[in-house]
């Protein structure tokens, strides 16, 4: 099989899609970090090809999908923070308006885990209710900016606030980790600081910062044998 890659937003995705299968150049599709399902998602998987997708929050049911559990990386946040003798911890999410969905979804997990541990949170411990409009994902000016309340945040500390912070992504805890040294806050010495995706970037930062794994290699990698599979079994039985 050759590989053709598609980078486009949204409806030009399935516009490109739908040209390459007419010309024949394609007998199945890997959808890549879908944020969000929308109408061109949907038309996609009804142009009879087989569709496999990796880290898809929130894929309709028709969909097989490499599934990222969201819940669960906040809880081993969590978890090991509170191994370390953490009691209270505060959450670093989103400023957008229209948060990227893993932002939604970590936020959310992070608020029932503290509930359902008896330490619920309060609302000064969610950074990011600043709202800010941005089109698409979330970008790097915009992570620079929840970074940047964080560490106004978490440096004007008092008795009683969080001694540990988790951001929704690596590089709103690495921008963090980067302006809380800049404003003379040791880390992990005052507080600790970590996130989730375990990105290449959160062990060439000083200190190093912990993150929760996201196993990005090995979805792919199954992701690209289930559709094999599914185009080896379609063309048996054409």
């Known amino acids: 099989y050759d590989l053709v890659l598609v980078t486009a937003p949204g409806e030009?995705?399935?516009?490109?899609?739908?040209?390459?299968?007419?010309?024949?150049?394609?007998?199945?599709?890997?959808?890549a970090h879908v944020g969000r399902s929308g109408k061109w998602v949907e038309e996609l998987l009804h142009m009879h090809l087989p569709v496999v997708a990796v880290d898809f929050s929130k894929p309709p049911p028709e969909l097989d999908a490499m599934v990222y559990d969201n819940e669960s990386a906040v809880?081993?946040?969590?978890?090991?923070?509170?191994?370390?003798?953490?009691?209270?911890?505060?959450?670093i999410g989103s400023e957008l308006k229209r948060k990227p969905l893993d932002s939604e979804l970590r936020e959310?997990?992070?608020?029932?885990?503290?509930?359902?541990?008896?330490?619920?949170?309060?609302?000064?411990?969610?950074?990011?209710?600043?709202?800010?409009?941005?089109?698409?994902?979330e970008t790097s000016p915009v992570c620079e900016s929840a970074a940047e309340q964080a560490v106004r945040r978490i440096s004007s500390r008092k008795a009683g606030d969080p001694t540990a912070w988790i951001a929704w992504s690596d590089l709103v805890a690495v921008l963090t980790l980067a302006g809380l040294g800049r404003a003379g806050v040791d880390v992990p010495g005052e507080v600790s600081l970590m996130g989730?995706?375990?990105?290449?970037?959160?062990?060439?930062?000083?200190?190093?910062?912990?993150?929760?794994?996201?196993?990005?290699?090995?979805?792919?990698?199954?992701?690209?044998?289930?559709?094999?599979?599914?185009?080896?079994?379609?063309?048996?039985?054409?």
Do not use: N
């Not at 929760?212 to 079994?233: F, K, N, T, W, Y």
């Open 12 to 31: 030009k995705r399935l516009e490109k899609c739908r040209e390459y299968l007419m010309a024949g150049r394609i007998d199945g599709i890997v959808l």
């Open 75 to 91: 809880q081993s946040a969590l978890e090991h923070l509170r191994s370390l003798g953490h009691k209270r911890i505060g959450f």
């Open 108 to 137: 959310a997990a992070y608020i029932r885990a503290m509930a359902k541990a008896g330490t619920p949170h309060k609302p000064d411990w969610l950074i990011g209710g600043a709202v800010m409009e941005a089109a698409g994902a």
């Open 196 to 238: 989730i995706d375990d990105a290449e970037m959160c062990r060439h930062v000083y200190p190093s910062l912990s993150s929760v794994r996201h196993p990005l290699s090995d979805m792919g990698r199954r992701a690209v044998q289930v559709l094999i599979e599914r185009c080896e079994s379609e063309l048996a039985a054409a």
